[in-house]
């Protein structure tokens, strides 16, 4: 080794015997690029997130069960922290914009197990706002097989919540109203046609409205409207089939269409379609059939368990106004019916949620809230997967519910937008050693070492279950809930 006399610099050169400066040996090892990529995009050697070799990471041969992979109709999910649907009001006519391929295309590049697309409306009147996602045309196939596409390169998975607002659609984008109250707003959450609204053209089971004088006046759907949707969920089918989606997610929750569908309080039919539950189920069932059939790789459906409603109309299970009906309102009891019904059509995964469909619910949020549910949910229905979501922040929290057997997978929303990042420092918190993004291998040399185990798989307590009094505590002192889109 001598001292670089060429330049005068202190870099260091190897020189050979008769003095001359060695070339160094030239490495045959290409920065290789996804194959059939249209631009350049370096290879990743395994899916960002998932577990490194535990012959180099001893701790990986007991991984933390949020790293454990989850294989469903064939489709490998590297980890059970999921990305939950959230609405980005940025459509284009329903299109994918570039907003939706940055923020899910980097959600890619983070390490989560499953990415979900925002609700997507299968009609254009199904859509929640404007400028909500779409997929009734195919014309909306390429901004999301672009999606899938940067996803798929990057060894992620995505999916598609398909959805109809029912007597919640056309309504203001949530900063397009804040600012409107700011300015001194004080009339409905409707938009105007000529903003984008279709005030007139409003469906949904009965004509109730959600919050009258503030929200649409809704027309009770026809039973050609039926037949007309059912088909749109069909055709939006062969178009996630186009796009290369890897699952779908019907949205039965929160309000919209098919929870208003199943809940006696919002569906005051008089055909098939309304009265007792077998009928008020019929609409969903059906169509989740129909798309069972239709796609063959995973399914899922989001379902509202509760509305949270014991406080005010006494038990699920009641006198109701409703004759025909034995159910006052809708809760965790029809909910279970619903997912085996749903679980023995074949559907694989319920992603357990509550509340959206009426004002007066009383909802005991917290840290992990409506984990309860998920957890009844699995106890009573052997034939599904369960995902539960709602304040899980945490990766210990997140740990201890897939530990205790409450959900087998957790879906994050909120957090994701505050921490993208989450999976990968929740595995360097568990003691996993997991891949990152290979760009970004140098921001994680903590998380990727090699220790004998990861941190104790026992549970761990305090955050996971809070509930009744301090639940409702924290409701004023946390976040609010915001699963009513
Ligand atoms: C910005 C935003 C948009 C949302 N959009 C949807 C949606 O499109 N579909 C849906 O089922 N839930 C939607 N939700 C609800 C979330 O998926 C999730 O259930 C809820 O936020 C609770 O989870 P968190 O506490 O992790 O945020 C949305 C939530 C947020 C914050």
């Given at each position: 080794m001598t001292k670089d006399a060429s330049n005068g610099t202190l870099g260091i050169s190897q020189s050979t015997p008769n003095g001359q400066v060695a070339a160094p040996e030239i490495a045959p090892f290409p920065n290789v690029g996804v194959p059939g990529y249209p631009t350049f995009l370096p290879q990743q050697p395994q899916a960002i997130g998932s577990l490194l070799d535990s012959d180099k990471?001893?701790?990986?041969?007991?991984?933390?069960k949020l790293f454990e992979p989850l294989t469903i109709r064939g489709q490998t999910f590297h980890n059970r922290a999921w990305v939950a649907p959230m609405c980005q009001?940025?459509?284009d006519n329903g299109h994918a914009t570039d907003h939706h391929f940055v923020h899910l295309g980097s959600m890619a590049m983070r390490g989560w197990g499953l990415i979900m697309v925002e609700a997507t409306a299968v009609v254009p009147e199904g859509r929640i706002s404007p400028e909500d996602s779409g997929i009734w045309d195919d014309s909306h196939i390429a901004g999301f097989k672009r999606i899938v596409d940067f996803v798929h390169a990057h060894r992620g998975k995505i999916g598609i919540q398909l959805a109809h607002a029912g007597r919640k659609a056309s309504t203001l984008a949530p900063w397009v109203e804040r600012i409107a109250h700011d300015e001194g707003w004080d009339g409905g959450s409707v938009p105007s046609e000529q903003v984008g609204g279709w005030p007139n053209n409003v469906v949904g089971p009965s004509e109730i409205s959600f919050q009258p004088g503030k929200y649409p006046n809704p027309i009770a759907a026809t039973s050609e409207y039926i037949k007309k949707l059912k088909q749109a969920y069909l055709d939006a089918v062969e178009r996630c089939k186009k796009a290369g989606f890897d699952f779908i997610e019907i949205h039965g929750a929160h309000g919209y269409l098919f929870h208003e569908f199943a809940s006696p309080l919002t569906n005051r039919r008089t055909d098939e379609y309304g009265g007792n539950l077998e009928n008020r189920l019929r609409l969903p069932l059906e169509v989740a059939e129909l798309i069972r059939k239709a796609w063959d790789k995973p399914l899922f459906y989001r379902v509202?368990?509760?509305?949270?409603l014991e406080n005010v109309e006494g038990p699920e299970k009641g006198a109701s106004s409703?004759?025909?009906?034995?159910?006052a309102w809708w809760g965790l009891e029809q909910t279970t019916i619903l997912t085996q019904k749903l679980a023995d059509i074949g559907i694989d995964l319920i992603d357990v949620s509550s509340g959206g469909n009426d004002l007066r619910g009383q909802i005991a949020v917290g840290p992990s809230y409506q984990v309860h549910f998920a957890s009844h949910i699995k106890k009573h229905v052997k034939n599904i997967l369960v995902g539960t979501v709602g304040i899980i922040t945490e990766a210990h929290q997140a740990e201890d519910i897939l530990l205790r057997g409450d959900a087998d997978v957790v879906l994050l929303a909120r957090q994701v937008l505050r921490d993208i990042d989450w999976p990968l420092e929740a595995a360097q918190e568990l003691g996993a050693a997991v891949a990152p993004a290979v760009q970004y291998e140098r921001a994680w040399s903590r998380m990727v070492v090699k220790r004998?185990?990861?941190?104790?798989p026992k549970l761990h307590t305090g955050i996971s279950l809070v509930e009744g009094e301090e639940g409702r505590q924290r409701k004023h002192r946390s976040e609010s809930h915001s699963d009513s889109k």
């Amino acid at each position: 080794m001598t001292k670089d006399a060429s330049n005068g610099t202190l870099g260091i050169s190897q020189s050979t015997p008769n003095g001359q400066v060695a070339a160094p040996e030239i490495a045959p090892f290409p920065n290789v690029g996804v194959p059939g990529y249209p631009t350049f995009l370096p290879q990743q050697p395994q899916a960002i997130g998932s577990l490194l070799d535990s012959d180099k990471f001893p701790q990986n041969k007991r991984p933390p069960k949020l790293f454990e992979p989850l294989t469903i109709r064939g489709q490998t999910f590297h980890n059970r922290a999921w990305v939950a649907p959230m609405c980005q009001y940025s459509s284009d006519n329903g299109h994918a914009t570039d907003h939706h391929f940055v923020h899910l295309g980097s959600m890619a590049m983070r390490g989560w197990g499953l990415i979900m697309v925002e609700a997507t409306a299968v009609v254009p009147e199904g859509r929640i706002s404007p400028e909500d996602s779409g997929i009734w045309d195919d014309s909306h196939i390429a901004g999301f097989k672009r999606i899938v596409d940067f996803v798929h390169a990057h060894r992620g998975k995505i999916g598609i919540q398909l959805a109809h607002a029912g007597r919640k659609a056309s309504t203001l984008a949530p900063w397009v109203e804040r600012i409107a109250h700011d300015e001194g707003w004080d009339g409905g959450s409707v938009p105007s046609e000529q903003v984008g609204g279709w005030p007139n053209n409003v469906v949904g089971p009965s004509e109730i409205s959600f919050q009258p004088g503030k929200y649409p006046n809704p027309i009770a759907a026809t039973s050609e409207y039926i037949k007309k949707l059912k088909q749109a969920y069909l055709d939006a089918v062969e178009r996630c089939k186009k796009a290369g989606f890897d699952f779908i997610e019907i949205h039965g929750a929160h309000g919209y269409l098919f929870h208003e569908f199943a809940s006696p309080l919002t569906n005051r039919r008089t055909d098939e379609y309304g009265g007792n539950l077998e009928n008020r189920l019929r609409l969903p069932l059906e169509v989740a059939e129909l798309i069972r059939k239709a796609w063959d790789k995973p399914l899922f459906y989001r379902v509202s368990a509760s509305d949270w409603l014991e406080n005010v109309e006494g038990p699920e299970k009641g006198a109701s106004s409703n004759e025909k009906d034995e159910w006052a309102w809708w809760g965790l009891e029809q909910t279970t019916i619903l997912t085996q019904k749903l679980a023995d059509i074949g559907i694989d995964l319920i992603d357990v949620s509550s509340g959206g469909n009426d004002l007066r619910g009383q909802i005991a949020v917290g840290p992990s809230y409506q984990v309860h549910f998920a957890s009844h949910i699995k106890k009573h229905v052997k034939n599904i997967l369960v995902g539960t979501v709602g304040i899980i922040t945490e990766a210990h929290q997140a740990e201890d519910i897939l530990l205790r057997g409450d959900a087998d997978v957790v879906l994050l929303a909120r957090q994701v937008l505050r921490d993208i990042d989450w999976p990968l420092e929740a595995a360097q918190e568990l003691g996993a050693a997991v891949a990152p993004a290979v760009q970004y291998e140098r921001a994680w040399s903590r998380m990727v070492v090699k220790r004998e185990t990861c941190t104790s798989p026992k549970l761990h307590t305090g955050i996971s279950l809070v509930e009744g009094e301090e639940g409702r505590q924290r409701k004023h002192r946390s976040e609010s809930h915001s699963d009513s889109k």
